[in-house]
């Protein structure tokens, strides 16, 4: 059997609207906003003006946010990759695992190919849909047990704030 990776699926309140619990993912215990930062860091340089160490952290763990728990009616369904027709995009075959830090999931979403087995579901070919020149971003593939995804999906983390605003909080 191929090695996988750990998963956990998280519910935390929206740092703007804390009644809009959000759907966050940590991979081996690292939140996956913060594995899109790093895939991300070398592109922005590209497009941002430097302003410093401690703003460009900030900007890119900030670039994404959680998905809506309102929004997904089925949970399970969408993170084994077949996502409500709001969240679809049959053509590319990928799902968002990640949204936008200003709430609306479709404003900069994270993509993902996710492919499901009897034993494993992988995640892989991670893409941001409006930076089409930036190609698939330097993010896994992840590759998880299936039992033990689907029983974090079911049972997610429930945490009382984003687990990145602690972390932003102790940043200079």
């Known amino acids: 059997m191929t090695a996988t990776q750990h998963v956990e699926f998280l519910n935390y309140p929206d740092n703007e609207r804390p009644l809009d619990l959000q759907w966050g993912v940590r991979i081996d215990g690292r939140d996956l906003r913060a594995h899109a930062a790093d895939a991300t860091?070398?592109?922005?340089?590209?497009?941002?003006?430097?302003?410093?160490?401690?703003e460009e952290e900030r900007f890119l763990l900030a670039q994404h946010g959680g998905l809506s728990v309102s929004e997904i009616d089925d949970p399970v369904r969408h993170f084994l990759g077949a996502p409500a027709p709001s969240f679809a995009d049959?053509?590319?075959?990928?799902?968002?695992?990640?949204?936008?830090?200003?709430?609306?999931?479709?404003?900069?979403?994270?993509?993902?190919?996710i492919n499901g087995t009897p034993d494993a579901v992988t995640w892989s070919t991670?893409?941001?849909?409006?930076?089409?020149e930036w190609g698939e971003l330097a993010i896994g593939?992840?590759?998880?047990?299936?039992?033990?995804?689907?029983?974090?999906l079911t049972e997610p983390t429930l945490l009382t704030s984003d687990p990145l605003r602690t972390l932003d909080e102790t940043m200079p």
């Open 126 to 132: 991670f893409r941001q849909p409006f930076r089409k």
């Open 141 to 152: 593939p992840f590759t998880f047990d299936r039992r033990a995804y689907e029983a974090t």
């Open 41 to 54: 860091r070398g592109l922005w340089r590209q497009e941002i003006e430097d302003e410093g160490p401690a």
């Open 90 to 113: 049959p053509a590319a075959g990928t799902t968002p695992v990640l949204g936008c830090s200003c709430g609306i999931w479709g404003c900069w979403p994270l993509l993902t190919v």
